[in-house]
C-alpha cells in the first residue's frame, strides 16, 4: 500500500499538480511582498508627519523694499501731477501788483494849518482864564475854577468868529445860555457863549475869522452877577487852553 501512495504522489508532482503548487507558493510569496512594502511606506509617512517640519527663511542679504508713508505717497504724486506752464514767448513778463499809498484825506493834511486870530469883541477882561487856582465868582457867590475869558461887551454888540474854521454846534445851555461851537483847522475848538437868541449861523457853516455868530444876550445864569459880557471857551485836543494864548495883544 506505502508503495502505492508514494508512486501515486510522484505521478502528481510529475504531473500537472506540481504546477499548480508551484503558482501557489509563488502568488503567496507576492501578497506577502505587497503588504511588506506598504507597511514601510506608512512607517515612512508616519515618520515625517511627526517629525519637526523645516522652514527656508530668505536670505537676509537679500534687498527688502520698505513701502514709504501714506504722506509722502500723496507729495510725491502731488508733485508729479502738478502740470508745468511752459513760458511762452509772446507771453508779457510777469508784474507784482504795486499796492498804492492812500492818500491822506483833506482834513488830516489841514489839520494844523495857522489861523490867524482876532478878538471876537472890543472890551475889557472882567474874568480870566483859570483852572489850577481858583478865582472869586460873584454870581455864585464862591471860589470857584473858571475855564474861559469872560470879555465885557455891551448887549447888542456883534460877536465874531475869533478864527476861521466850521460851525459844529448851536444850542442853549441851561446855565451859559445860547452857545455857538466853531471848529477850527488849527485843531482848536472855539465856544461863544451868553450870546442872544436866534444867532444868524447854522449847523455846518463855514466861518471866517471876523465872521458874525451872533450878538451878546444876557442868556448866561450861571454869570448873570457880571455885567454884559461874552463868555469864550477854547479847547486843544480836548483839554481846555487859555483863550489869551492865541488871541493877539491889544
Request: proline share 7%; charged share 20%.
Amino acid at each position: 500500500m506505502k508503495h502505492n501512495r508514494l508512486g501515486k504522489l510522484g505521478e502528481f508532482v510529475l504531473g500537472k499538480g506540481f504546477y499548480i503548487v508551484l503558482f501557489l507558493c509563488v502568488a503567496a510569496i507576492g501578497i506577502s511582498g505587497y503588504f511588506l512594502i506598504d507597511f514601510v511606506n506608512v512607517e515612512e509617512e508616519s515618520k515625517s508627519v511627526t517629525a519637526n517640519p523645516s522652514i527656508t527663511l530668505p536670505d537676509s542679504s537679500a534687498s527688502v523694499t520698505t513701502p514709504k508713508p501714506e504722506q509722502e505717497t500723496k507729495q510725491e504724486t502731488t508733485e508729479t501731477e502738478k502740470p508745468v506752464q511752459e513760458s511762452m514767448p509772446d507771453d508779457p513778463e510777469a508784474v507784482e501788483p504795486t499796492q498804492e499809498t492812500p492818500e491822506a484825506p483833506e482834513a488830516q493834511q489841514e489839520e494844523h494849518k495857522p489861523v490867524v486870530y482876532t478878538w471876537p469883541v472890543k472890551g475889557e477882561i472882567l474874568r480870566t482864564f483859570s483852572l489850577e487856582t481858583l478865582s472869586y465868582d460873584v454870581t455864585m457867590g464862591d471860589w470857584r475854577t473858571h475855564n474861559g475869558i469872560d470879555i465885557s461887551a455891551e448887549a447888542g454888540w456883534n460877536v465874531m468868529a475869533a478864527g476861521e474854521g466850521q460851525v459844529v454846534d448851536v444850542y442853549e445851555d441851561a446855565l451859559m445860555g445860547v452857545t455857538v461851537v466853531v471848529q477850527q483847522p488849527d485843531g482848536v475848538v472855539a465856544t461863544y457863549s451868553n450870546l442872544a437868541s436866534n444867532p444868524p449861523v447854522s449847523v455846518g457853516d463855514a466861518v471866517d475869522t471876523g465872521s458874525i455868530l451872533g450878538q451878546i444876550g444876557d442868556t448866561a445864569i450861571a454869570e448873570s452877577g457880571l455885567k454884559s459880557h461874552l463868555h469864550l471857551e477854547m479847547t486843544a485836543d480836548e483839554q481846555a487852553v487859555d483863550p489869551l494864548n492865541y488871541l493877539p495883544e491889544k
